[in-house]
């Protein structure tokens, strides 16, 4: 047994024993259909159960899910989405992993509020670079398609906020305010 275990291990590097079960688990479409299909599936059934559209009757809830999950199957898209998403994913968890670590030996430890925007600003970008990057190896918009509609677009878009800024500006300061007129009421002697 001991022996089995190590050459497992060790044999996992040439082909061995966990590469061919991971190999036959991808011929076999585990990766492609089945993985994608129980995500989508506890997906849809954990937010339908959790909305409570129809009540307590799980077995519709779980009639629509099974339904949405196979549907989601029946081109190619959504198993090459995920094939490219979450490999993406776990590059995008390893560098905000990395950058907590590194926040966490240079910021002090009394603002740990700075350090949260710091880190949900990261998480943020990487996101959206994984998302950008996973669309643009299944064919749709990409980052760099993104990227081209921002510098395409930018100009207008700074033209039209300078134009709107300046508008603003007249709008708000129209000259010097001019003081209201108050009568000065003297009592007669």
Same mark, same amino acid.
């Given at each position: 047994m001991f022996v089995h275990i190590l050459s497992m291990q060790f044999a996992g590097f040439f082909g061995g024993d966990i590469g061919n079960l991971l190999a036959t688990a991808e011929q076999a479409g585990v990766f492609s259909y089945v993985l994608p299909f129980l995500l989508i599936f506890a997906i849809v059934f954990g937010i339908l159960s959790r909305v409570n559209i129809f009540g307590e009757n799980k077995g519709l809830n779980a009639v629509i899910a099974l339904v949405v999950g196979l549907l989601s199957l029946q081109f190619q898209l959504v198993p090459l989405f995920f094939s490219q998403i979450f490999p993406n994913l776990g590059v995008g968890l390893s560098v905000i992993l990395i950058m907590l670590i590194l926040l966490g030996l240079f910021m002090p430890a009394d603002k740990p509020n700075s350090m949260n925007y710091i880190l949900l600003s990261v998480a943020a970008i990487v996101f959206v670079i994984i998302v950008a990057n996973s669309f643009?190896?299944?064919?749709?918009?990409?980052?760099?398609? $993104?990227?081209?509609? =921002?510098?395409?677009?930018?100009?207008?878009?700074?033209?039209?906020?300078?134009?709107?800024?300046? $508008?603003?500006?007249? =709008?708000g300061s129209s000259g010097p305010k001019a003081k209201p007129y108050t009568a000065v009421y003297q009592k007669s002697p």
């Open positions: 643009s190896s299944t064919g749709y918009y990409g980052f760099s398609d $993104i990227m081209y509609f =921002i510098y395409a677009h930018l100009s207008g878009i700074v033209i039209t906020l300078i134009v709107l800024i300046a $508008i603003g500006a007249v =709008i």
